[in-house]
């Protein structure tokens, strides 16, 4: 590989195995997608989820500018709930050398297999898996700098010094995905710091480790909650098979005196665990011998995702946040950089008091 890596890549799918989270076949590229969502007892919901933009520019051949541009749920009005349209990447790439290059700016945290890449055509289902959502709060993004780079024999990393997050916003449902400030006037207090470690030695195995640890700050005095994220990863392809698995676990330090501030701000117990814990395996088998252009892949995936796993002194889990989904379904590709997406959903949940859900999902998704 050379030491200095090309602003322009061939086409998506020859790009599939760079770290910046997106195909780069030029100056702009992109991806898109929509989604036909049913749940039982409830309305279809037809929504064009996400229409992302990017653009790279070369400086020189060691001065590389890469943005990401995303609008969700087709438009933003005003301040209303619904659309979103967020900046998830502006950065300059400084290329050194093969074994350290220095990158600043808006920065998609290297956190688990979806967080960096989450383009439709590589990963099964219509929608993002529940762990990369709900304990990985996936798009994870915000603003930082660090280095990157591959160091041989299979090994390649990401380390960055970033903006924390923001504890306010934590939730039982949902864990730290509320408190993501996205660059947006963060509170920098104090850092974090995460991490990301790959080994691709071993023929067809991609194994990886992921930390974020920094204190969530916010407004209240005197109260830096420490948050630490790790993560762990191993996918394997060979000929039509393929295996994905993945474990992620988040510690929130201090959770009684954060449960403590915000039920006094806010007059009502939030009832944030102390450890959130979540794990999927996936198995993917191409049906059609024939490969690209053309493909059809059938999958399976298991997920356990618990935001109330262990909970800090006097407080009760909530058990219909301890969850469990099947996920099954196919993934027609008319051409590599396309997937037509079809798949059924069966969530679970720990409590007799709410229901489980079964719903079906149709998707259309590209990449450019």
Do not use: C
Request: glycine residues 10%; proline residues 6%.
């Amino acid at each position: 590989m050379p030491a200095i890596v090309a602003v322009l890549a061939p086409s998506p799918a020859a790009a599939q195995e760079t770290d910046q989270g997106y195909p780069a076949t030029g100056p702009i590229s992109g991806y898109m997608d929509f989604h036909f969502n049913k749940a039982d007892g409830e309305n279809g919901v037809l929504d064009f989820h996400r229409f992302v933009l990017i653009l790279n520019h070369g400086f020189s051949p060691r001065l590389r500018f890469v943005g990401e541009l995303e609008l969700e749920h087709a438009f933003v009005e005003g301040l209303e709930e619904g659309g979103e349209l967020e900046l998830e990447q502006a950065y300059i790439d400084f290329l050194l050398s093969r074994a350290m290059n220095v990158r600043a700016g808006m920065l998609l945290m290297p956190v688990g297999i979806i967080n960096e890449r989450h383009e439709p055509p590589v990963f099964n289902g219509v929608e993002r898996p529940f762990v990369d959502t709900v304990i990985v709060p996936s798009t994870w993004f915000d603003v930082g700098a660090g280095v990157h780079g591959e160091l041989g024999a299979g090994w390649r990393y990401r380390a960055y010094v970033v903006a924390p997050l923001n504890a306010l916003e934590f939730t039982a449902e949902e864990g730290i995905r509320g408190g993501r400030q996205k660059g947006s006037e963060a509170n920098v207090r104090n850092v974090a710091y995460t991490a990301r470690v790959e080994y691709r030695g071993i023929r067809a195995l991609t194994l990886g480790a992921s930390m974020w640890a920094g204190e969530g700050s916010f407004v209240a005095p005197r109260l830096d909650t420490g948050v630490t994220v790790g993560e762990f990863d191993a996918r394997f392809r060979r000929n039509r098979l393929e295996l994905r698995w993945q474990f992620a676990q988040v510690e929130i330090a201090d959770a009684v005196r954060l449960n403590d501030v915000l039920s006094r701000t806010s007059g009502v117990s939030p009832n944030i665990a102390r450890t959130l814990r979540g794990f999927y395996s996936e198995a993917a088998y191409r049906l059609w011998n024939a490969g690209p252009p053309r493909d059809l892949v059938a999958f399976a995936r298991y997920e356990n995702f618990d935001t109330q796993f262990r909970m800090p002194e006097g407080l009760v889990p909530l058990k219909q946040f301890d969850r469990d989904a099947w996920v099954t379904g196919v993934t027609y590709y008319p051409d590599p950089d396309i997937a037509v997406k079809a798949d059924y959903v069966y969530l679970r949940n720990r409590s007799g008091l709410f229901p489980n859900r079964h719903l079906v999902n149709l998707g259309l998704g590209w990449w450019f």
